[in-house]
C-alpha cells in the first residue's frame, strides 16, 4: 500500500506496520478475531518477495515463525485466545534461545472458546507468564488503529535488537475499529536490523557483552552452533552446572532491565496534580480518557496513566504518575489482572481499586466517570 492517508481497521494496520518494518515472513493459522492480519498479510508478503504460510495448526505457526527467524527473516505470527495458549511453548522457545519474533494477540472472551467476536483484556498475565519458567519477552498494547501500526513496527524493532519475542497485544474493539491514519513513506522509518556475527574462529552464539545481548549467526555464515530449548552455556550446548546456569539466566532475565529507558512506553494525562488516578490500556484508555475529562470539569482532580508498554510495565513511572494520588482506579475487560501490579507498585497508603466486565462489552466512559466521583468522594 502507498504512502499517505487511508481508512484502515485494526487488524489491517497491523499487517501493514508488520511489513513496513521489514516482515518477511508469516505463518498462522485463522482465528477470529485476528483472522484479518493473516488474509492481509497473504496478499500483501507476495507483493514485496516474502512468504505466507498457512499451518495446520497454532504450535505447528509459532515453530514455522523460529525457523524463519533463525534463518535470518523477520517474522511473524497472529492469533487469539486459544491459538495464543497454543503458542505458548513455543515462545517459551523463542525466550530461551533468543530467536526473534513478533505475535499480535487479538483479545477475546474466554475461557476456552469464550467469545469468538466479543472484546476482552483478559490474556494481559497470559502474555507474561503464559509459557513455564522464567522467561524475557515484551508486551505492548496500542489503543488506536495508528498506534496498532506503529506499535507493531516498534515490535519489530525491539525484537530484533533484543533478541525477546515480542507481543502485540489489542482487544477486538480496536482490531475491528475503522480510523483514518498516515501510512509512512517507504524507507522513512529508522528500522532496526539484529546484530550479526561476524567470521571470528571462537564464535560462541550465547557470548554477549556488555550490552547482554548475543550476536547472532546467519545459516551459511561458517559459524558452527547449537540451538537449544535446554538450558545452555555460551557455547550454546546443555548444562546443569550451577555457577553456569546461574550466570546465564542472569544475563537472559537481566537484559530487559538493562534498556528499560529504551523499552517502557507511557502517556500520562493530566497526572501532575492528579488525586485519583485512572491505570488503563487498550480501549479502556479511551474511556477513561473521556471519563478523566469530564470528571476535570466537574472539578475533580483526575488523571489518567496508559501503560503502553505492559511488560516490563512502566513502574518508575506509575510511581510518579501516582504521587499525588490518594485513589487509583484500574478499568479493565477481565476479572481484574492489571490492578494486581498496580496494587504492588503504588505506596501503601494508596488505595487501589479494580473496575472489571467480563460480559463482551467495552467498559464505557459514564461507567469510570461515575467510579471517580465516587472515589473522589470518598477521599
Request: net charge negative; hydrophobic share 40%; glycine share 10%.
Amino acid at each position: 500500500m502507498t504512502a499517505g492517508m487511508a481508512n484502515l481497521h485494526g487488524n489491517h494496520a497491523c499487517a501493514l506496520g508488520a511489513i513496513a518494518a521489514g516482515c518477511r515472513f508469516f505463518a498462522g493459522y485463522p482465528i477470529t478475531p485476528s483472522s484479518e492480519i493473516a488474509e492481509r498479510m497473504s496478499r500483501e508478503l507476495p507483493l514485496v518477495g516474502g512468504t505466507f504460510v498457512q499451518m495446520e495448526d497454532e504450535i505447528a505457526s509459532m515453530a514455522a515463525v523460529l525457523g524463519a527467524s533463525a534463518g535470518g527473516v523477520k517474522s511473524m505470527t497472529a492469533t487469539s485466545g486459544p491459538g495464543f495458549s497454543l503458542k505458548q511453548e513455543n515462545i517459551g522457545l523463542a525466550s530461551m534461545a533468543e530467536i526473534p519474533c513478533v505475535i499480535a494477540n487479538v483479545m477475546r472472551g474466554g475461557p476456552s472458546t469464550g467469545m469468538p467476536t466479543r472484546p476482552a483484556q483478559s490474556d494481559i498475565m497470559q502474555a507474561r507468564w503464559g509459557s513455564h519458567g522464567d522467561h524475557p519477552l515484551i508486551a505492548l498494547a496500542p489503543a488506536s488503529v495508528k498506534e496498532i501500526h506503529d506499535q507493531t513496527i516498534r515490535a519489530f524493532n525491539l525484537s530484533e535488537r533484543y533478541r525477546v519475542p515480542v507481543m502485540v497485544l489489542f482487544d477486538q474493539v480496536i482490531a475491528h475499529l475503522l480510523e483514518p491514519i498516515e501510512l509512512p513513506a517507504a524507507g522513512s522509518l529508522d528500522l532496526v536490523e539484529r546484530r550479526w556475527a561476524n567470521g571470528d574462529d571462537g564464535y560462541q552464539p550465547y557470548a554477549a557483552g556488555a550490552d547482554g545481548i548475543p550476536a547472532m549467526t546467519r545459516p551459511g555464515d561458517g559459524h558452527r552452533t547449537h540451538t537449544t530449548g535446554l538450558t545452555h552455556a555460551e557455547d550454546g550446548f546443555p548444562t546443569q552446572d550451577p555457577d553456569t546456569v546461574t550466570r546465564v539466566m542472569d544475563r537472559l532475565l537481566g537484559k530487559l532491565d538493562q534498556h528499560g529507558q529504551d523499552i517502557e512506553a507511557f502517556e500520562c494525562h493530566d497526572t501532575k496534580d492528579a488525586e485519583v488516578l485512572v491505570v488503563a490500556y487498550g480501549i479502556s484508555a479511551r474511556a477513561a480518557r473521556r471519563a478523566v475529562r469530564q470528571a476535570r470539569e466537574r472539578g475533580i482532580a483526575a488523571g489518567l496513566f496508559r501503560p503502553i508498554t505492559l511488560w516490563p510495565f512502566p513502574e518508575q513511572a506509575l510511581r510518579t504518575a501516582a504521587d499525588q494520588a490518594r485513589s487509583v482506579l484500574v478499568p479493565e475487560m477481565n476479572a481484574g489482572q492489571l490492578v494486581l501490579e498496580v496494587e504492588r507498585i503504588c505506596r501503601d497508603e494508596v488505595r487501589v481499586a479494580g473496575l472489571n466486565r467480563v460480559d463482551g462489552q467495552p467498559i464505557e466512559p459514564s461507567q469510570i466517570a461515575r467510579r471517580i466521583e465516587e472515589m473522589a468522594a470518598d477521599d
